[in-house]
């Protein structure tokens, strides 16, 4: 079965402060694609980054970062200095490779930015 | 500019008046495929079309249908509509190939049924 955990489901900071947003997730598939998507309050979804399973390198994008470790099935997001328009629902997100047509989304989490 | 297309972008219907949501790409994707978001559920998936005249079942299909006659557009249909398909509707693409590929979403459809 293929399913993803994101378990905080309302995260709120005051701007400035770091914030890691966790996903957990769970596969049988030895070739395995993970995504993260921002859904800001205007409602549109943003791909942020695409990672595949035989890629542990974690990746820092500005003030974004991914951490990505198959031993604990974890592919979590931080922010680093968080800004009032990171404000946002975030979707973790994982695609097999055995049924690469389905896409299995985790339940969101909602990051609160305060000025 | 590459997009996914949505109409209607807000819709409140009655039960059972049948409606459509268009959903319409530009970028040439064979992949297209329809979403809904619930509150504490995430995105679920509805139906997908891998290409013209091939569609198949996601996750939630009760209620919905789907046909895919030409390659830029998929409508999802509902036939009878009830409440329980109030929801957010998202529509979305990826050329086919491996599943590294990126899904590129529509802006969504928020239907409300009473």
């Known amino acids: 079965a293929q399913k993803v955990t994101q378990a905080q489901t309302e995260i709120s900071v005051v701007e400035k402060e770091d914030v890691t947003l966790d996903c957990v997730y769970e596969?049988?598939?030895?070739?395995?694609?993970l995504f993260w998507y921002k859904q800001p309050p205007s409602g549109e979804l943003v791909f942020l980054i695409r990672r595949n399973s035989f890629d542990e390198q974690n990746e820092i994008s500005g003030r974004y970062s991914w951490n990505f470790q198959k031993s604990t099935s974890s592919f979590n997001f931080t922010i680093t200095a968080s800004q009032v328009v990171d404000s946002a629902v975030y979707f973790c997100?994982?695609?097999?490779?055995?049924?690469?047509?389905?896409?299995?989304f985790g339940s969101g989490t909602k990051l609160n930015v305060k000025p | 500019e590459a997009q996914v297309t949505q109409n209607p972008r807000y819709l409140i219907t009655v039960t059972g008046k049948k409606l459509t949501v268009t959903c319409s790409q530009n970028?040439?994707?064979?992949?297209m495929s329809w979403y809904r978001q619930d509150p504490g559920l995430g995105l679920r998936q509805i139906y997908y079309?891998?290409?013209?005249?091939?569609?198949d079942k996601g996750d939630v299909p009760e209620g919905y249908k789907v046909s895919r006659k030409e390659k830029r557009n998929f409508p999802l249909i509902l036939e009878s509509p009830s409440p329980n398909q109030t929801s957010l509707y998202f529509c979305?693409?990826?050329?086919?190939?491996?599943?590294?590929?990126?899904?590129?979403f529509g802006a969504g459809s928020r239907l409300t049924v009473l």
């Open positions: 079309s891998m290409n013209v005249e091939v569609t």
């Open positions: 979305a693409s990826r050329p086919q190939g491996t599943g590294a590929n990126v899904l590129t």
């Open positions: 970028m040439n994707h064979e992949y």
């Open positions: 997100a994982l695609r097999g490779e055995y049924n690469f047509n389905k896409f299995y």
């Open positions: 596969t049988r598939d030895t070739t395995y694609y």
